[in-house]
């Protein structure tokens, strides 16, 4: 692959990404860590989900997963980075929408 394709496929990936994280913002779940969440007003059918800030930053969109971590809290779970976040709540995590 030529140095001018692999540009023009970086500049529509980038382009690609600015688009859809318009429909994120970062949202502070109480007591717990910082993750972005779909806006309501774009979500288009898509149910509520929150995404790995870490991974965010980098461009790259990774669901959190909900598991309980040895002291019975809820912790978001990221698959590709593998940041594990305690959200010192406990019981089932409600992801929500944002506005």
Known sequence: MS?????KREAMR????????KRYRLHAIPSGPNVFALKESVAEGEPPHYLCANCFTRGQKSYLASARNIHSFTALVCSVCSANMDTRF?????????Q
């Open 3 to 7: 140095t001018i394709e692999e540009l």
């Open 14 to 21: 980038k382009e690609n990404w600015e688009g859809e994280s």
């Open 90 to 98: 406990r019981g089932e995590l409600n992801m929500d929408y944002v």
